[in-house]
């Protein structure tokens, strides 16, 4: 008998009979981070039911008793061996799927079930509500897709029972407690069965002397039933047996043997059945109605105030059912009941004294109110606040169980809030509440293993930034936005990764990228006559690193393109050089249809090879009404290019073309 040993954790099942008809698996969690199972309390939302997991065997005992099941184990609660449990689990209990918790090394020891499927999901810290609610709705949907396993009949599997015995010899079995009262009672019985057992001896040996063979007796002869025909021998020993012991454990529930004698009650015979055959549907219904009779005995011994009596039989109806929605009332009556003696009984210890009582009625009032402000979300922040009230009550009586109690449930929220700051990026408010925590002095691991989180995170997050900075400088130099705009530019990205981490991986491979095509666009500037503009490209690809050979080759064009600069800097008149071919403007038709005359002053170069380019209107009037006419006529445009030093050079000119009508 397993007295307590499926002991659910602070978690409330769905109240509403349309969720829990829509569950469609328990969540066995093996953790004991606050924090985790706080979310998952809330993120869940009563659509599974869930119970916390002592250990490794605690959880094979609730995933023996579960109908349908999801086994969500945290990482840092195992270490190094949450491989071995994973595959020694997945080996007992192939259809309940797996989904685990951790950081990234986590995932790489576990990356081979991973891939095998051993390990259904991988969900990493920290954690969210809405991830860990779709993590375990995907689990819960493929726990749903593969019905339990029942075992094969005689002549379809022949192995399948041997298969379902060896899975049950390795899985350990759940520890036994037995309490005093229940040792007394067992006592009783083997004492009866003792002297029921002598009495029997002194019969056979009474018999030997047969003293009534001389007394006639009457004849009982008619009232002797027929004999009972014999059973017809079994054909398939394993169901045989899950028959015998499901009709026995029928029977025991039918006496009254719910949990007593050992081995032959109703709730270790439908156990023994669950153990073999977990999908067993009549073992299972079994359980529940143990349960229920469990919970009518509680209910009877609160009655008469027999509160010994009431926890042992709580303890087996949660063993019998871990999933019943009663037993979260029964276990609060409970309490209640236990809160009401003790308090009854410190009152007489105390003579009845008043001041005793008003104090008492006080630290109630304080911790109700803090309750209060906990669930309207009013956890800190003046004198009308949870921590307010709780700390009050602490400083009245720091032993206090209530004063402990709340404090736990207050820590519990401010960790909550934490890790909710860290999921929403905002390490300031998540540390600020981990302070606050982390003042009441209660559950330092819990607020330690966040901070670790929260470093990490840190961490991360750092890095993302300075990949970021990198990824924008290499779109900025694929844009040919190299200088500008200045804080939108690669110059300005590299020079923010520069300053933060010079050693970033990849920045150097962009710093030589942006250097090569700085120089090249001064190349191609000084070619052009913008002189001034390749100097500044220059001077920042000698920053960013570039080759002093290249920056010496730019900079020996550079020079040369200067020695010539002087004609290219000076715009002559359009009739200084010598036009080869020439279009007319062609007078736009809606200007001349109005009667509107005007002017265009335009400047262009004329390149080595005699050819137009970067025309540019300096000047109009009217303005928008010739410009584009001017414009195409400029393209057409030939000339002998300027003779410098013997070679050709550009040349900037300007002229003024007029737009008369002829009849005026």
């Known amino acids: 008998m397993n007295s307590g040993a499926e002991r659910p954790a602070d978690f409330q099942p769905a109240a509403n009979p349309a969720v829990e008809a829509a569950a469609t698996a328990n969540v066995i969690v093996l953790a004991e981070d606050v924090t985790l199972l706080e979310l998952m309390k809330h993120s869940l939302e009563g659509r599974q039911r869930v119970w916390r997991a002592d250990d490794a065997l605690h959880a094979a005992d609730l ?211 669950l153990l073999a055959y977990p999908g067993n549907v009549e073992a299972r219904e079994g359980l529940a109605r143990v349960a229920d009779e469990l919970l009518a005995r509680v209910e009877q011994s609160l009655l008469a105030e027999d509160l010994p009596a009431a926890a042992a039989a709580l303890d087996a109806a949660r063993g019998a059912d871990p999933a019943n929605p009663r037993l979260e009332f029964f276990s609060a009556q409970l309490l209640r009941e236990r809160d009401r003696v003790n308090a009854a009984a410190a009152v007489v210890a105390a003579g009845g004294d008043a001041a005793e009582r008003s104090q008492d009625e006080r630290i109630a009032r304080l911790l109700t109110r803090a309750d209060q402000r906990m669930r309207e979300g009013r956890l800190v922040g003046g004198i009308d606040s949870a921590e307010a009230y709780i700390l009050d009550a602490r400083e009245a009586r720091p032993e206090d169980a209530g004063v402990q109690q709340a404090l736990n449930a207050l820590s519990g929220r401010m960790l909550l809030a934490a890790s909710e700051a860290m999921h929403q990026d905002d390490m300031a408010t998540a540390t600020g509440w981990l302070d606050r925590a982390e003042s009441l002095g209660v559950d330092g691991k819990a607020v330690a293993r966040l901070r670790a989180e929260i470093a990490s995170a840190r961490l991360a997050s750092v890095h993302e930034d300075r990949s970021r900075l990198l990824a924008l400088a290499n779109q900025r130099i694929a844009q040919g936005r190299l200088l500008e705009p200045a804080g939108d530019s690669a110059r300005h990205y590299t020079d923010l990764l520069r300053a933060a981490d010079p050693g970033h991986d990849g920045l150097a491979d962009t710093q030589a990228l942006l250097a090569s095509r700085l120089l090249e666009e001064a190349g191609r500037l000084s070619a052009d006559g913008r002189l001034a503009e390749a100097g500044k490209l220059l001077t920042a690809a000698e920053s960013a690193g570039a080759r002093e050979a290249d920056v010496a080759q730019t900079r020996a064009v550079l020079a040369q393109a200067r020695s010539g600069g002087a004609a290219q800097r000076e715009i002559l008149p359009e009739s200084a050089l010598t036009k080869l071919e020439h279009r007319a403007a062609v007078y736009p038709a809606a200007a001349a249809a109005r009667g509107v005359e005007g002017w265009v002053a335009v400047q262009f170069t004329v390149a080595a090879d005699g050819s137009t380019r970067d025309a540019v209107i300096t000047e109009s009037s009217p303005a928008g009404v010739f410009e584009d006419s001017v414009l195409d006529a400029v393209r057409a445009w030939r000339y002998e290019p300027r003779i410098v030093a013997g070679k050709p050079v550009e040349q900037r000119v300007g002229l003024r073309v007029r737009f008369k009508l002829a009849n005026r």
């Open 63 to 273: 995933l023996v008793a579960a109908h349908s099941g999801i086994l969500f184990i945290d990482a840092a609660l195992m270490g190094n061996e949450t491989p071995t449990l994973v595959d020694r689990l997945h080996e007992q209990f192939p259809d309940f799927p797996i989904v685990v918790t951790g950081r990234r090394d986590d995932e790489v020891g576990l990356g081979e079930r991973i891939s095998t499927g051993a390990v259904f999901r991988f969900l990493h810290k920290p954690v969210s509500a809405d991830r860990v609610r779709n993590f375990i709705d995907a689990a819960a949907r493929r726990s749903g897709e593969q019905p339990p396993r029942e075992p094969a009949a005689e002549g379809t599997s022949p192995s399948a029972p041997s298969r379902a015995f060896s899975a049950v010899r390795s899985i350990s079995l759940p520890r036994i407690r037995v309490s005093p009262a229940t040792a007394r009672r067992v006592l009783r019985i083997l004492a009866s069965i003792s002297v029921v057992a002598l009495i029997a001896w002194g019969l056979v040996l009474l018999s030997q002397q047969k003293p009534w063979e001389h007394i006639p007796l009457p004849d009982f002869s008619s009232l002797v039933p027929a004999e009972r025909p014999a059973a017809p021998p079994a054909t398939n020993d394993a169901s045989s047996r899950l028959a015998r012991t499901l009709g026995a454990a029928a029977i025991a529930l039918g006496q009254g043997r719910l949990v007593e004698p050992e081995g032959q009650n109703a709730l270790e015979l439908y156990r023994s059945v």
